[in-house]
């Protein structure tokens, strides 16, 4: 990795004589390396002034000192500290190292999904993973032909002439390619500023449905996470019978984070402490309750059991999960739900709930049209994020 290490050189005032327009060293490097942590700081907007350059010969002069202001300090280490992140990939030979069990990001680039964004951040520093941003694009023409009803995520609106010469797959592409720029430019600012952790990421933009593709993707890279963003309950474009979203809830055999516009900041600051978690009683349960427990390991949740109808007691699951499970504190909801869906307005009264969790069985597309999964249903009904955990 190229600029694995740095030096910062100070004198012994350095901490008793702060002054913004002191110049220290935060680097010394070969000319090459040098000039490339240059551009990259600069291009950050940090000022950068380098040193001891052989004007005889400076394509084998040593010990460039990469000098910067001292007010520029913390901005500087940042962006050093996380190279792969801020450095262009002709910059940085590692930057394509991704590793194996990325978190998945589909974006529509609207604000939810700048919040689905950052919740995946911070789950993938949990986990020491990195995040991976996927786009997909419909040609306007073939949605038109094929009288697609697809909600704004994941694909541009259909254009209502299809033959409309301008709206061509290769302008299309170009314009989410800059959409990416931006939003990963975004992103760039917020690590840099610490809002976000420094994690590494890349992203991607391909054509076809957006269901089908992050399905493929799940297939083969099998994704520590899905995080996808939601429009709020009152938006009536959430009502569409072919949300992607609940699609992907339905179809993907992957982890799914669904979260609201309106849920920011999740995941921060230990700001979820109250999970609501759907039970059948049945070996389902301990495949569910498991998969939560190592995507939120050691962490101080409380979690309220609730049996789905015609379950049996909860008091052995109980027992079970405060066996197993001695991070979380657990307790069985004293309601008795005759629809969970109807009812959760219920728990949401009694509880403030911050996640609701539930184990997803595979269904066929036949079933998924008539017998919508609990996933699905609740997808449409609150405001809440929900976890949906294939068993």
Known sequence: MLFRSFFLLKSPSFINSMTDDR?????????????RLKHILESEGVSVMLQNVNLTSPSISSGIRVRIHERDLPLALRIIENMEIFAPPHLDADASDTGSHPVLVPVDFTPGAMVAAEAAFRIAAMHGACVHLMHTFIDPTFAAKSAMQLSATLDFEATPDPVDEMATEQEIEKTARESMRDFE????EKIKMGVLPAVKFDSEI???????????????HHP???VMGTHSSD???RQL?????????D????SILTIPDNAGGLFSDNRIRHIVFFSTSTQDDILTLDALYRLLPEAPLSVTIVSMPGAPAADNMLTYCRDHYPAYKFSISPLSLSNPVEDLDKLSAAHSIDLITVGTRKKNIFVRLFSPTLAHKLLFHADIPLLSIPV
């Open 241 to 249: 019978l072919g949300s992607v979203t609940a699609e992907v809830l």
């Open 206 to 220: 391909s054509e076809g449905l957006p269901e089908e593709v992050v399905d493929d993707y799940v297939t083969t």
């Open 235 to 237: 938006d009536h474009s």
């Open 185 to 188: 430019e975004k992103l760039r």
């Open 251 to 254: 179809s993907c055999r992957a």
């Open 23 to 35: 110049l220290i060293t935060v680097a010394i490097h070969t000319f090459d390396r040098a000039h």
């Open 224 to 226: 520590l996470l899905v």
